[in-house]
C-alpha cells in the first residue's frame, strides 16, 4: 500500500498557517482527529461493501438492508492518542461485522501487545497502569491489565504441549526458585527450566514445570511429559545433581548419559569454605575435572582429600557421592567436555529470567509464574548461535552413540 501523499492533500491538511506541537499532537490534535476520519472512512467503506450498494444509491432500494445510522465507540490506541471516540456505522439487519474495529473491540491493533510486552519485561500490574497513566494521560484499570495478559495462557498451554523433535543430543535441565503463594503461604518453588540442543546445533526452551511436589515423582511426570510430546530418546542429559533425578531420567529414557553439573558441584563444594581458604582450594577442585581422564580424576579426587579432606571432608563425600555421574564427560575431547559438563547455556537464560522476577516479592499463584517466566523467554527471542565446538561434537557424537546420533542427524 502507498504511503505517500501528495503535496495538495497535505497542503489542506495543513492549512492555516504555522502549527504548534498541540495543533499535531494535542488532545484536539490532527493526529487524533485524521485517526478518527479514516477509521470512521474505513468502516464507512466496510459496510458499503457488506451493503453492496454506496450510500444515496438507488440500488439499494428494495435489497431487505440499509444503514441505520451509527453508535459512539471510545477506542483505545497504542500511540500517543490513547483514546478516540469514533462513530461505527450500523445496518438495520444487524449483520454488519466490521473488520478493522470489530464488535466489542475497545481497543485498537497493538495496545494489548503493548501491556504484554510491558508485563513481560517484569513490570507489575500497578506499574503498568501509572506507566500507560504517565505516558498517556489515561487511566487503564488493573482488571483490564490483567484480562490482557491472562489472555495469553492459551498461548503458553499450546507451547508447553506443543511437538517437539524425537531426538536430542543434549539436554540441560536447571532450575530457578521463585516465590509463590499457595494455600494462603509464600512458598519458595522450584521452577525447572528445560533447554535441549538439537542434532544440528539448535537451541530450544523445552518447557517450563513448576515444582509441586518433593522428589522423584514430580521429575518423573516432566519426564513423562517430554516423552508424550514427542521425544524419544536424549543422548545426554546435564542435571543439577538432585537426589532421584537421574533415576527419574533413566526410568523414561534408559539409554541417557546421564551428567551431573560439575559448575553446580562446584559451587555446593565452595559453600563449605571459609573465603580466606576459597582462593587457595579452587585450583585443586579445578585438577580434578580437568584431568585427562576419569582415572586420572579419581587420583586427582584422592590428592584433594589428602590435603583438604581433615579441614573439609563433606566435600570429597559429595564428589564419591556423584562420582558415577561426575565422570561420564570424560569419554570426549575436552573441547566437548565444556560444552556438556555445565549448565552455563541454560544458567544463561536463567540470569535473564531472574532480571525479570527480582522485583516481584511474590506471584499469586502458579499461573501468575509461567506467564511471566513465558513472556519473557519470548520476548529475549531465544535463538542462540550453535555452539562453537558443535561440528567436531557431532563426529564425536556418531562414534559414541552410533546409531542413535545418526538417527536424529538424518
Same mark, same amino acid.
Given at each position: ?69 451509527? %453508535? !459512539? ?6 500511540? +500517543? =492518542?490513547?483514546?478516540?471516540?469514533? =462513530? ?48 498517556? +494521560? ?34 540441560? #535441565? ?21 533447554? +535441549? ?46 537426589? +532421584? ?5 533413566? !526410568? ?16 555446593? %563444594?565452595?559453600?563449605?569454605? %571459609? ?56 569419554? #570426549? ?18 540470569? !535473564? ?22 513472556? @519473557? ?23 559414541? #552413540?552410533?546409531?542413535? #546420533? @545418526?538417527?536424529?542427524?538424518?
Amino acid at each position: 500500500m502507498a504511503t505517500d501523499f501528495s503535496p495538495e492533500i497535505l497542503d489542506q491538511l495543513l492549512a492555516g498557517g504555522s502549527l504548534k506541537p498541540e495543533d499535531l499532537a494535542g488532545e484536539d490534535g490532527l493526529f487524533r482527529r485524521l485517526k478518527k476520519a479514516l477509521l470512521e472512512r474505513a468502516l464507512g467503506a466496510e459496510l458499503t461493501h457488506h451493503l453492496g450498494y454506496e450510500k444515496g444509491d438507488p440500488a439499494g432500494r428494495g435489497s431487505g438492508n440499509s444503514r441505520n445510522g451509527t %453508535s !459512539s465507540k471510545a477506542l483505545l490506541t497504542d500511540d +500517543g =492518542e490513547i483514546e478516540i471516540e469514533i =462513530e461505527v456505522p450500523r445496518d438495520r439487519a444487524g449483520t454488519f461485522e466490521p473488520v478493522i474495529v470489530a464488535k466489542g473491540q475497545t481497543r485498537f491493533d497493538g495496545f494489548d501487545e503493548k501491556i504484554i510486552s510491558l508485563y513481560g519485561r517484569g513490570m507489575t500490574v500497578r506499574e503498568i497502569q501509572g506507566h500507560l497513566a504517565e505516558l498517556y +494521560g489515561t487511566e487503564v484499570s488493573p482488571d483490564l491489565i490483567s484480562k490482557v495478559t491472562d489472555a495469553i495462557l492459551d498461548e503458553v498451554r499450546e507451547w508447553q504441549s506443543r511437538p517437539l523433535e524425537a531426538i536430542y543430543p543434549v539436554v540441560f #535441565f536447571d532450575a530457578l526458585r521463585v516465590k509463590i503463594r499457595d494455600e494462603g503461604m509464600v512458598k519458595n518453588k522450584a521452577v525447572y527450566v528445560v533447554l +535441549g540442543i538439537t542434532a544440528s546445533g539448535e537451541k530450544d526452551v523445552l518447557g517450563l514445570w513448576i515444582e509441586q511436589t518433593e522428589g522423584a515423582k514430580f521429575w518423573l511426570k516432566v519426564m513423562n511429559d517430554l516423552r508424550n510430546r514427542g521425544v524419544a530418546d536424549i543422548l545426554i542429559a546435564v542435571v543439577d545433581g538432585l537426589k +532421584g533425578f537421574p533415576e527419574a531420567i533413566n !526410568s523414561v529414557f534408559p539409554k541417557a548419559m546421564v551428567q551431573t553439573c560439575i559448575v553446580h558441584l562446584i559451587r555446593n %563444594s565452595l559453600s563449605f569454605v %571459609s573465603w580466606k581458604d576459597r582462593k587457595a582450594i579452587l585450583p585443586s577442585i579445578k585438577a580434578i575435572y580437568h584431568a585427562e581422564n576419569a582415572d586420572a580424576a579419581l587420583l586427582r579426587l584422592e590428592d584433594f582429600e589428602a590435603e583438604w579432606g581433615k579441614r573439609y571432608p563433606a566435600i570429597g563425600a559429595a564428589w564419591r557421592r556423584a562420582w558415577e555421574h561426575v565422570i561420564p564427560f570424560f569419554a #570426549f575431547a575436552p573441547e566437548i567436555r565444556k560444552m556438556i559438563y555445565t549448565t552455563n547455556a541454560v544458567e544463561a537464560l536463567n540470569r !535473564s529470567l531472574r532480571k525479570i522476577i527480582k522485583t516481584r516479592g511474590s506471584f499469586p499463584n502458579d499461573e501468575a509464574a509461567m506467564k511471566l517466566l513465558y513472556l @519473557a523467554i519470548r520476548n529475549a527471542g531465544i535463538h542462540w548461535r550453535r555452539p562453537v565446538a558443535w561440528t567436531a561434537a557431532m563426529g564425536q557424537f556418531a562414534i559414541q #552413540f552410533g546409531e542413535r #546420533f @545418526a538417527g536424529s542427524a538424518d
